[in-house]
């Protein structure tokens, strides 16, 4: 089960559970079941799945609960937490600090992602001003090297490695030696991986790890590719016997994959997953956080994720505007227009509309940006058939059958096509209402509003 379709199942449960009239143990136990189905077919390892159900009917106590209590929220509250306590080891990673020499190892098995994803963490934090360099100790799989090479040459970063050289070890101290020289405060060592799951190799492995730990990384980072389902628990534990994991970085998270695996793998090395590869390209590439992901992934929304791209691509110049409408709660189309219009000019757009309630799934599905820009750009067409007053209203009911066949005929659009635009704007504008008198959370900030939302 693929991580949208799992939060859809979380959800669709407390979504009937809600719905029944009174909740006792039968509707709990529905509920917990139904959670339990969808989380065993995404992979998530059985035993985190026993502990969580236990947890919730512990928490939850129907009979201790008196009947003024909202046993809904306190339910919900509950999935939510456990969700979150399963992917949080309850201690941070090591976090390397700017302008100081950090050594970070990078391992996993060959094909997971390292590669792309060492030169992906440089390169996220070359944006934000620090001095990476790249270290190829991968001196098994050939190829490895040129492909550093060239990740690292297209985003400038300094890299080191060598073809003749076929000692890691001796590599890696070399290009260490020489990034600390060039004042480099982020080195970042990409060593090889083996074949899957073959236990022989994995052993090998492990001691080659032992031997090139004589480096003393400050952080080494797990790359475990989402797709590999129950094997992810076994490989991550394995890694975590070898060398003395800090941190998990899971890719390929854009895919078909079963994400639970990914879980398991926070409990196998205790270690959290500092961030997420979400396709082949240098910046698709998320930091990531618990709340806000159990948040998107529950179709909850990821508010400080979203206000964070808000600041990162509105221009600086619209976003009080934009806040201030949203917190009004007065979502119009003449908004919409204009967010749409944000969104064409920003990029890789499904970034950001992944993290809205409401838009990922159904406005805009993974992997077909083109199709979902084409369909912006569509509706857009149509709205420039509108008159400000329809643009301006959040009265729904002003779009009557005559306004809407003007607009189809002005559009060149069909009515059908008209009426779809205004059923997913009444559907974000009713997402969107929810923000109404909460208060806009700065930049960066763990948001009251998520918190709001998540309650
Ligand atoms: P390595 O052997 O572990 O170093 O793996 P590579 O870095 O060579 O990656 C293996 C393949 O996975 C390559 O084709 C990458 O482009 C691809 N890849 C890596 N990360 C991601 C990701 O987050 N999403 C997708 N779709 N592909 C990825």
Not at 243 to 260: E, L, N, P, Q, R
Not at 384 to 391: A, H
Request: with cysteine; glycine share 8%; aromatic share 8%.
């Amino acid at each position: 089960m693929v991580l949208a379709q799992l939060g859809g199942s979380i959800s669709r449960a407390i979504q009937q559970m809600s719905n029944a009239t009174i909740i006792d143990e039968k509707v709990l136990n529905e509920c917990l079941n139904e959670i339990t189905r969808a989380l065993l077919q995404s992979d998530v390892q059985f035993k985190l799945v026993r502990d969580m159900q236990t947890n919730i009917k512990k928490i939850v106590n129907l009979d201790d609960l008196a009947a003024g209590h909202n046993k809904r929220k306190i339910i919900q509250q509950a999935i939510f937490n456990e969700l979150c306590k399963m992917l949080d080891p309850g201690k941070p990673s090591f976090t390397p600090k700017k302008g100081k020499t950090s050594v970070v190892m990078f391992v996993g098995l060959q094909g997971s992602g390292k590669t792309t994803t060492c030169t992906k963490y440089a390169y996220y934090h070359q944006k934000k001003g620090w001095k990476p360099a790249l270290v190829c100790a991968d001196t098994f799989r050939a190829g490895a090297f040129d492909q550093l090479k060239q990740n690292a040459t297209k985003a400038k970063i300094p890299f080191y490695g060598s073809y003749m050289e076929s000692d890691p070890v001796k590599i890696a101290v070399e290009g260490v030696e020489r990034f600390k020289k060039e004042n480099c405060d982020l080195i970042i060592v990409d060593t090889s991986g083996r074949h899957k799951q073959e236990a022989a190799l994995l052993k090998k492995c492990a001691k080659f790890l032992k031997q090139r730990y004589i480096l003393k990384p400050d952080l080494a980072i797990f790359v475990m590719d989402s797709s590999i389902g129950q094997a992810a628990f076994d490989q991550a534990q394995a890694f975590k016997q070898s060398v003395a994991v800090g941190a998990v970085i899971v890719t390929k998270m854009d895919g078909h994959a079963k994400g639970g695996g990914a879980l398991s793998a926070v409990a196998a090395t205790k270690s959290p997953v500092i961030f997420i590869g979400t396709g082949e390209h240098m910046d698709e590439f998320e930091v990531f956080d618990v709340k806000p992901f159990v948040s998107r992934l529950l179709g909850m929304g990821d508010w400080s994720g979203f206000m964070d791209k808000i600041h990162e691509v509105v221009p600086m110049d619209q976003q009080p505007e934009l806040l201030q409408k949203l917190s009004e709660g007065n979502f119009t189309l003449r908004i919409m227009y204009e967010q749409f219009q944000n969104i064409l000019k920003m990029g890789p757009i499904g970034q950001v509309f992944s993290m809205l309630p409401g838009f990922s799934a159904e406005l805009m599905p993974k992997g077909r940006e083109k199709e979902s820009q084409a369909k912006i750009k569509r509706y857009m067409t149509m709205m420039d058939s509108m008159t400000n007053e329809e643009l301006d209203s959040s009265n729904p009911k002003l779009m009557n059958e005559s306004r809407i066949m003007r607009i189809a005929r002005g559009s060149g659009r069909q009515v059908r096509e008209v009426m779809e635009m205004l059923e997913e704007y009444k559907r974000l504008a009713k997402i969107w209402s929810k923000m109404k008198g909460l208060k806009i959370p700065k930049k960066g900030e763990m948001s009251a509003l998520s918190r709001n939302m998540n309650a």
